[in-house]
């Protein structure tokens, strides 16, 4: 499974970036795809998930800002991110889950300015 990410950018605090993540290769049996973020010097954490039946989690800071979504037929995953913050400032990536398996994406750098 390959994952490519994009759609990360600078942008003022209370703008809105949306991520894409297409997934190619084997991915027939990919159930969960997701979002985690690492800031400089913090460790890679959760932002939101999606499952293939659409359940979503998201960590409790982005909630009510950040939605996820997924267009199966494009093998995409998706991050709209609205009402920035400065503290979203960090690197994105995109993860698909295969049973045990976690590919991650080559993660794409969003910098919110205040």
């Known amino acids: 499974v390959q994952l490519q990410a994009s759609g990360g950018g600078v942008v003022q605090a209370g703008g809105s970036l949306r991520l894409s993540c297409v997934a190619s290769?084997?991915?027939?049996?990919?159930?969960?795809m997701g979002w985690y973020r690492q800031a400089p010097g913090k460790q890679r954490d959760m932002v939101a998930t999606?499952?293939?039946?659409?359940?979503?989690m998201y960590e409790d800071s982005v909630k009510g800002r950040f939605t996820i979504s997924r267009e199966s037929a494009k093998n995409t995953v998706y991050l709209q991110m609205n009402s920035l913050k400065p503290e979203d400032t960090a690197v994105y990536y995109c993860?698909?889950?295969?049973?045990?398996?976690?590919?991650w994406g080559q993660g794409t750098l969003v910098t919110v300015s205040s």
């Open positions: 999606m499952t293939g039946g659409g359940s979503s």
């Open positions: 993860y698909a889950q295969d049973g045990p398996l976690r590919f």
């Open positions: 290769g084997v991915i027939d049996s990919i159930n969960v």
